[in-house]
């Protein structure tokens, strides 16, 4: 089976994803990333071959349409509520830290 996963990786894959965890919470999502990556491992020993690759079973297809334009709001009115802007944007908090590579 997998290599058990390491209280750092898991610690890393909650700041990739932007969770603060407890010492507590690593130790459980340890364990649960840990079966999550054994039974990937064991569906990965299925024998394939003769299966059709499918990429959808609905049978829909796209249904094209001529873009069309619409009025909307006017920038002012779309910014007249937001708790910030700049420049005729919204302001926002950064969403990533560009510390982390």
Excluded: C, H
């Amino acid at each position: 089976m997998a290599d058990r996963l390491t209280t750092e990786d898991v610690a890393r894959i909650a700041r990739l994803a932007a969770m603060q965890l407890t010492a507590a919470e690593v130790k459980k999502f340890q364990g649960w990333l840990t079966e999550a990556i054994d039974y990937i491992e064991v569906l990965q020993e299925l024998d394939t071959a003769g299966v059709i690759v499918t990429s959808q079973v609905t049978g829909l297809v796209n249904l094209w349409r001529q873009d069309q334009t619409q009025s909307s709001l006017t920038q002012k009115q779309a910014l007249q509520n937001a708790p910030a802007t700049y420049k005729g944007y919204f302001k926002v908090e950064a969403v990533f830290d560009r510390s982390e590579g």
